[in-house]
């Protein structure tokens, strides 16, 4: 908050822009939360079911789907979490206007699944192909790590997202740390524009 020294009505307008923005904030970060907390949930009843195993959860031996550019990748977990994830992701999706994507990202930067609109086949065009075709990706730049491999309740980074052909977006990341049976698995990830 600014103090009320000059001209009043512009010290109030601001003061209350900024509790607004604080409260957006406030009311993403406890959306995120929830959300991290559902998709954990729904990993570990897996695990208990035997859908999936904790060893193919936590699985990088990462394989390279052939012909993929940008390149792709599957682990052994590839099925159950194309199966699990989405619903509560794409779910999401609709949380707050502003939020661009909504994905979940191991350790090492993989996103197995991501939202319906960057979750298309691949074509010949690798320009298309890396705005269109995002899953399966591996987002191991440093914005993509820090995300990933972060154990603060949130962290937030701003960058510029490339969306093929040399085009960028300036986005807001929002991540809160994944962990699946005390183990971190990596992090909840969204993507939000920037006013």
């Known amino acids: 908050r600014l103090s009320p020294d000059g001209d009043g009505e512009a010290i109030r307008a601001l003061n209350a822009r900024i509790e607004t923005l604080a409260d957006e904030q406030a009311e993403l970060e406890k959306g995120l939360s929830g959300l991290r907390d559902r998709v954990a949930t729904?990993?570990?009843a897996?695990?208990?079911r035997g859908d999936l195993s904790e060893a193919d959860l936590f699985d990088e031996a990462y394989?390279?789907?052939d012909g993929?550019?940008?390149k792709h990748y599957t682990t052994r977990a590839l099925p159950a979490l194309e199966r699990l994830l989405p619903g509560p992701l794409n779910g999401f999706l609709t949380h707050d206007p502003r939020i661009l994507f909504c994905i979940a990202v191991d350790t090492n930067g993989w996103a197995p699944v991501h939202n319906p609109?960057?979750?298309?086949?691949q074509g010949d065009d690798?320009?298309?192909n890396e705005a269109h075709c995002r899953n399966r990706r591996m987002f191991d730049d440093p914005t993509g790590l820090s995300a990933a491999r972060?154990?603060?309740p949130m962290f937030m980074q701003t960058y510029p997202r490339q969306m093929g052909g040399g085009k960028s977006v300036l986005v807001k990341d929002l991540s809160t740390p994944l962990h699946v049976r005390g183990r971190h698995w990596g992090a909840v990830r969204l993507g939000l524009?920037?006013?």
Do not use: G, V
């Open 126 to 128: 690798p320009a298309w």
């Open 42 to 44: 729904a990993l570990e």
């Open 150 to 152: 972060n154990r603060e």
């Open 117 to 121: 609109q960057y979750s298309q086949p």
């Open 63 to 65: 394989q390279l789907i």
């Open 68 to 70: 993929s550019n940008p």
């Open 46 to 48: 897996a695990l208990a």
């Open 193 to 195: 524009k920037l006013d």
